[in-house]
């Protein structure tokens, strides 16, 4: 339980760096014209200066909460890597960097396997226009209720899981190594 409520606070940690980042990201993902002209950011710098300037630090947080809600389910990331790695340590022979990637691997299964659905939220919120000076549109949503239930209305149950295969098979090779190579530098740090 230690890790799980670990993973929770590490979460709501790095949402505060990572809700601007991936708000950034998702506006540029969302600029779909192959003419440069007709975008409305030029990169990542442009965006995030346009946002500041018409909507000041409130815009560049925009989805905030619904990271944090996203990053909660680090709970379920951590708490299983724990409880993986205690399970493959007693019940196999294998190496510990082994017991690392199958753990990191499949903790990194159940994580996107409970927390897709508010990520699917999560960036529906992130690119909804932000109104105002920045000439994206009208807002759509008024919270992360409004767009969960956007996405219920618009395509179901099924809608919460569109995109969900390749993140899914992105997230164990992914996840695995990184844990393989964050648990050896530990090991050999004084």
């Not at 890790?3 to 993902?29: C, N």
């Not at 226009?129 to 767009?147: C, I, N, S, T, V």
Request: net charge positive.
């Amino acid at each position: 339980m230690g890790h799980a409520l670990a993973g929770v606070m590490a979460g709501a940690t790095v949402s505060f760096i990572a809700a601007p980042v991936e708000h950034v990201k998702a506006r540029l993902q969302i600029q779909y014209s192959s003419v440069k002209s007709e975008r409305l950011y030029t990169g990542p710098v442009d965006c995030a200066s346009k946002i500041y300037r018409f909507h000041g630090l409130r815009g560049i947080y925009h989805g905030l909460s619904a990271t944090l809600f996203f990053r909660s389910f680090f709970f379920f990331w951590w708490g299983s890597y724990d409880v993986f790695t205690r399970l493959l340590a007693e019940k196999t022979a294998l190496s510990t960097p082994a017991i690392n990637f199958w753990a990191g691997g499949l903790s990194a299964q159940v994580f996107w396997i409970t927390s897709y659905p508010s990520d699917v939220v999560k960036q529906r919120i992130m690119t909804d226009p932000l109104a105002g000076g920045l000439g994206d549109g009208e807002r759509k949503f008024a919270g992360w209720r409004d767009a969960a239930r956007t996405v219920y209305r618009e395509n179901g149950l099924r809608g919460y899981w569109r995109g969900f295969l390749p993140c899914f098979l992105r997230a164990f090779p992914a996840n695995a190594m990184a844990l393989v190579a964050f648990e050896g530098v530990m090991r050999h740090l004084p």
